[in-house]
T-cell receptor, first 114, second 114 residues
Framework: KAGVTQTPRYLIKTRGQQVTLSCSPI?????VSWYQQTPGQGLQFLFE???????NKGNFPGRFSGRQFSNSRSEMNVSTLELGDSALYLC?????????????FGPGTRLTVT | AQSVTQPDIHITVSEGASLELRCNYS??????LFWYVQSPGQGLQLLLK??????LVQGIKGFEAEFKRSQSSFNLRKPSVHWSDAAEYFC????????????FGKGTTLSVSS
């Protein structure tokens, strides 16, 4: 079956703009998690959605938000972009809301803020 | 504070030689432990995981890891490295209370020399 897909794969934005990234989980998976990956901070958990509800949130400012739709697809939004938001944004899907269920990662969206 | 430390930023191993990547964690709850691999331009792939039971776990691609509670370690090993193993490796920790949120180490880049 198809893996986790993320769109777009690459994105260039200007400081102050906002951006929306999309993640389509593996069919049947109901949990979607988002991570930010930067050379300096590594992989950091952003938030996780299960059945359209945010279940967990990492330590990121309110400019970072997300949502999940009834078909389990998820979007994350970053408003008022800053240079430091340049990163690879990864989403992962799993069957349920527990880390004992294997998480399958997408290829990521590379966001560059200029 | 909860954290994962991978002491080695970069390791070079000769093809056919053995490999050990180190991982130490600090986590208040009973941890779930994972090793992921990331190849350039791709998302993360789960190599193996430890939840409970036998402290030596086998994973894909010939990798294994040993959980040592007394040392708070979960080192990854492979008896004979192949050139295709060159990638970045991440150790991660989770817990039942944290849902799918994982705390990742900063990663170890593995280079394989011929």
């Amino acid at each position: 079956k198809a893996g986790v897909t993320q769109t777009p794969r690459y994105l260039i934005k200007t400081r102050g703009q906002q951006v929306t990234l999309s993640c389509s989980p593996i069919s049947g998976h109901r949990s979607v998690s988002w991570y930010q990956q930067t050379p300096g901070q590594g992989l950091q958990f952003l938030f996780e959605y299960f059945s359209e509800t945010q279940r967990n949130k990492g330590n990121f400012p309110g400019r970072f938000s997300g949502r999940q739709f009834s078909n389990s697809r998820s979007e994350m939004n970053v408003s008022t972009l800053e240079l430091g938001d340049s990163a690879l944004y990864l989403c992962a899907s799993s069957l349920a809301w527990t880390s004992t269920d294997e998480q399958y990662f997408g290829p990521g969206t590379r966001l560059t803020v200029t | 504070a909860q954290s994962v430390t991978q002491p080695d930023i970069h390791i070079t191993v000769s093809e056919g030689a053995s490999l050990e990547l180190r991982c130490n964690y600090s986590y208040g709850a009973t941890p779930y432990l994972f090793w992921y691999v990331q190849s350039p331009g791709q998302g993360l792939q789960l190599l193996l995981k430890y939840f409970s039971g036998d402290t030596l776990v086998q994973g894909i691609k010939g990798f294994e890891a040993e959980f040592k509670r007394s040392q708070s370690s979960f080192n990854l090993r492979k008896p004979s490295v192949h050139w295709s193993d060159a990638a970045e490796y991440f150790c991660a920790v989770g817990a039942v209370q944290a849902g799918t949120a994982l705390i990742f180490g900063k990663g170890t880049t593995l280079s394989v020399s011929s």
